[in-house]
């Protein structure tokens, strides 16, 4: 075999081990680029807006249950709001996909310890509207249960748990976010990587295809003449 077939064989060679490296960068790169975009701002700002408007509106549904017990206000916001919170609650069983197993976990655990607190907030609720409907009952004793009704309405510690819902999401928001920049990292890292390996690999194959074309110039010198290769 001559040196100019030996060299187009390495150049070959190089060439397809370049095309695999590149076929197997890729599909590296492909999966950092995926996971580094795991974290979407529409689940995040869908999630974060769900849950502050969960806590306003187990607020207002205080209010409007105290208010309706003096006289003052509608049932029928108690209602509204009361609705409004089951809505809220099972929109926010459907957590963001960038949280993990663990992560997700630990959200729909403390979201269901406030989902319980709801239910018990909506029967102290439908007790003092059932209170309120006797009339018959004497004043003294039935202002009496009202005021414990309202008092055991209020000591719940719903906003409390409200707060904790927050910090498990906000948590789980964190560690997402900072998978991300890891991802980001390496992505460029790996990127850096392959631009250095190309640049160093690709030296040595041109050289190789100098090489080669010089030692068919002398090739062809050899079969010519000595005065015409001087010349």
Known sequence: MTRAAVSRLLRTSTHIRLLVLGLVVLA???SLFVQAGAVT???????????????????ELNTATIASRLDIGS?????????????LIDALHDTPSFLTHEERLRVLDQ????????????????????EL???????QARHQRLDELSSALLALASAR?????VESYAAGYKSAAARTQAHLVLLLAVALGLGVFLLFDCHPAAQDDAGGSGHQRRAQCHRRSAPQCRG
């Open 133 to 139: 409907a006797r009339i018959t009952e004497p004043a």
């Open 41 to 59: 701002t529409g689940e995040h700002l869908r999630y974060a807006r769900d849950l502050r408007e969960i806590r306003q509106v187990d607020a």
């Open 161 to 165: 748990q409200g707060e904790v819902l």
């Open 28 to 30: 590296v790169v492909g």
């Open 75 to 87: 049932w029928q916001a108690v209602e509204a709001h009361s609705a409004r919170m089951r809505t």
């Open 111 to 130: 979201l269901d310890s406030y989902a319980r607190m709801q239910q018990h907030k909506q029967q102290l609720v439908a007790a003092l509207q059932e």
